[in-house]
């Protein structure tokens, strides 16, 4: 078989939308996808969403991608990229997050600093049963930061460790979470970009692996009523003009040493989290595991070593210096969730919004945040259509095909309960 490139985008729903292309397309090109992709829904629904355009024609998008960008793959003679999305004009197709996120990264380095970003998944590994119905894996013994047989009997995380290490995925950690089969995937700090692509490929390999075994493994925020959620922590810090870690003021760390930057950004985070929880909490299943004492990102609040709070102050300081924000899940498309944390906290760079008090409760019983997201995904996205000033940092076109689609989505999901609302996301995410 000659090598073949397998060219990718990740769309509105984080779905990897791509094609397999001949060889003579490795290096710097382009391929073609019809448009109105973005405004197929889960369902495979064709809505009229706006960008498109459905109803003038399903025209033509453009995928770019550059030959520096292209990688192995973990297929037989296959390379893989991600590209970027434009219009047949030749202009960056606002509706495509990495384009979002490309633009969030220029807005930060216009102010002198280039984002770094390290991303943290959480999946639940499933099987299907004898009638076909997809339940938890078996992980007999399993319990937080559980390693060996007890926590992965088919030891499909070692074909994922390994495959990813011989791709040259920098892998930071793999271990089992508080529920089972629940397991966490975390890659290491890298420039914005390169890390959302590292971990949606990332993704779509540690999937496609689990498949080879059998097992189903889902980023959804609640794939089991009865257990935790998975979410997709976004840390965050920025290198500045002379190469040091912009949110450091020396080598120690935490709320007590927090510069203007820090704060600031910090206070962006706030001000917005209720419009942020629609975009990057993006489906009815979202809101299963956004809930109060879930420490799942739900209060507007903030702390140090505190996973409790929506937004934890590292007590690391110098170059390990960071923000860590933790509302959204993998049902967002990366890229888009990555832009808006970092576009929430520019905003409060640049506004200098008020920062409220750090919060003092344990987050189980009682807290001091009074703002929180919304319960549901038809309240979140209201705040999301509210917060006009996030959405024209994020892109406006953008955003209004999000919440269209999302519009959607609830009258789609409004009866689904149990299983029949997981099934609705489970093949997709």
Request: aromatic letters at 8%.
């Amino acid at each position: 078989m000659n090598t073949r490139l397998r060219a990718l985008f990740c769309d509105h729903l984080s779905i990897m939308r791509g094609k397999y292309l001949p060889g003579s397309k490795i290096g710097d090109d382009t391929t073609r996808f019809c448009r109105s992709t973005f405004g197929v829904h889960y369902d495979k629904d064709l809505l009229d969403a706006p960008g498109a355009m459905m109803m003038q024609g399903l025209p033509d998008m453009e995928l770019h991608w550059r030959g520096e960008e292209i990688r192995d793959s973990w297929e037989r003679a296959t390379k893989i990229v991600v590209g970027d999305l434009y219009d047949t004009d030749g202009e960056p197709l606002p509706l495509c997050g990495r384009g979002a996120l490309k633009r969030a990264v220029k807005d930060w380095q216009a102010m002198g600093l280039t984002p770094k970003v390290g991303l943290e998944l959480e999946a639940f590994a499933l099987v299907a049963d004898e009638n076909g119905r997809l339940v938890p894996y078996d992980t007999p013994g399993a319990h937080v930061y559980a390693t060996g047989n007890f926590a992965d009997p088919m030891r499909f995380n070692d074909a994922i460790w390994e495959k990813a290490d011989e791709l040259g995925f920098r892998l930071d950690m793999i271990t089992s979470e508080y529920d089972s089969p629940q397991f966490e995937y975390t890659l290491t700090f890298d420039d914005a970009v390169k890390a959302v692509d590292d971990i949606v490929l990332f993704r779509l390999m540690a999937r496609e692996i689990a498949l080879e075994h059998g097992i189903v493994l889902s980023f959804l925020p609640k794939p089991i009523a009865e257990a935790g959620g998975s979410g997709l922590h976004v840390n965050f810090s920025f290198v500045n003009e002379s190469g040091g870690n912009a949110l450091s003021s020396g080598e120690k760390g935490g709320p007590d040493h927090m510069n203007d930057l820090a704060r600031d950004c910090v206070a962006g985070l706030m001000k917005h989290h209720k419009g942020l929880a629609g975009l990057i909490a993006p489906t009815a299943n979202s809101y299963q595991r956004l809930q109060p004492g879930s420490l799942s990102g739900f209060w507007a609040n903030w702390g140090g070593d505190h996973r409790n709070v929506t937004t934890r102050v590292s007590t690391e300081g110098g170059a390990k210096a960071r923000l860590e924000h933790r509302t959204a899940d993998a049902s967002a498309n990366p890229y888009t969730a990555t832009a808006g944390v970092l576009q929430a906290a520019r905003l409060g760079v640049v506004n200098k919004y008020d920062l409220g008090p750090i919060e003092t409760g344990d987050g189980f019983e009682n807290w001091d945040a009074k703002d929180s997201a919304a319960v549901t995904l038809k309240g979140a996205i209201a705040d999301l259509k509210a917060d006009t000033v996030l959405g024209e940092a994020v892109g406006a076109d953008l955003v209004a095909n999000h919440v269209f689609m999302k519009e959607k989505e609830v009258k789609k999901t409004k009866d689904l309960e149990g299983d029949q609302l997981r099934d609705f996301y489970v093949w997709f995410v």
